[in-house]
């Protein structure tokens, strides 16, 4: 199984011939142009090797209706959107209507897809979702910004999909962490992602970490100051001495096993860090 980064939570998971492509969210400036990529690279979704689309949820750096909409008619036919089952149904419309293939996925249920890719999809808060890909004895679990971080739900996780060889998280926060100057709530949300990041490793246990999810900024006048004091992928990295931690830069591919030193890829993103 090898992983590569395309950018914040986008990553493609390749399993021989079976790519699994996740949240592509590229271009424009979601919730009210409050957000931003911290590199806005040119990415043509369509040069991407993919054949699964997978999607955590709804909000707009993940679920991206432009990036999705610039998919052409020909790779459509190719593609299979895989998302959690909703009582709604929104999204698999929404897919169906632009000519996509959509597997609804039952929550801690897994499936096989082709190659003996073992998939499962988790749902949390009736709203996000996490995936499980495994391989060839790998098996990689991406959380992005799930809010999954107990005891008993991480357990769960285990006991369904077995050991955890990398995982993939968030490092910092995504949302409104209070007024500007308040440094109580900064510090709380730094506390609330310590505290789920260190139960994800206690409980899960995994051989890597991928830290990802976090590659953006704050870029509305209105909001800049949520970027003060945010976690930094050097300072989470830091955190953790006694991990295996696997940062990848834009482009990076990864190998789940390998040995990598990732200090150019920190050191990178530090540069473009605001």
């Known amino acids: 199984m090898k992983i590569e980064l395309i950018n914040h939570a986008s990553v493609i998971f390749k399993c021989g011939e079976t790519k699994i492509l996740t949240d592509p969210w ?27 689309l997978w999607y955590s949820h709804e909000h ?9 909409k610039k998919i052409s008619e020909d790779r459509k036919k ?8 909703t009582p709604d149904q929104k999204v698999k419309g929404f897919c169906e209507k632009l000519g996509f293939k959509v597997k609804e996925l039952e929550p801690m249920t897994s499936y096989e897809l082709e190659d003996g890719v073992i998939i499962t999809c988790g749902v949390e808060g009736g709203f996000d979702s996490w995936i499980s890909v495994s391989h060839e004895g790998k098996t990689a679990l991406n959380i992005n910004d799930c809010r999954v971080e107990e005891e008993e739900e991480l357990n769960e996780i285990k006991d369904l999909i077995g050991d955890v060889d990398v995982l993939l998280t968030q490092f910092s926060w995504a949302n409104w962490v209070g007024n500007s100057g308040d440094e ?26 991928i830290p990802f999810a976090s590659f ?6 209105e909001n800049s100051f949520c970027n003060h004091n945010a976690i930094t992928v050097k300072e989470f990295v830091d955190r953790y001495p006694d991990e295996n931690m696997i ?6 591919e990864w190998e789940v ?11 990178t993103w530090m540069d473009v860090t605001r």
């Open 247 to 252: 940062t990848l830069y834009l482009g990076d």
């Open 60 to 68: 707009p750096d993940h679920f991206s209706i432009a990036d999705i």
């Open 26 to 52: 590229y271009c424009e400036s979601p919730f009210n142009n409050g957000w931003s990529l911290l590199v806005e690279k040119d990415i043509d979704i369509n040069a991407l090797d993919f054949n699964y």
């Open 184 to 209: 109580n709530a900064i510090e709380i949300s730094r506390g609330l992602v310590h505290y789920r990041v260190d139960n994800q490793i206690k409980f899960l246990n995994p051989d890597y970490i």
């Open 216 to 221: 953006t900024w704050f870029s509305h006048e």
């Open 257 to 267: 096993g390998n040995a990598r030193d990732c200090s150019e890829a920190v050191a």
């Open 78 to 85: 190719e593609i299979t959107i895989l998302f959690q089952k």
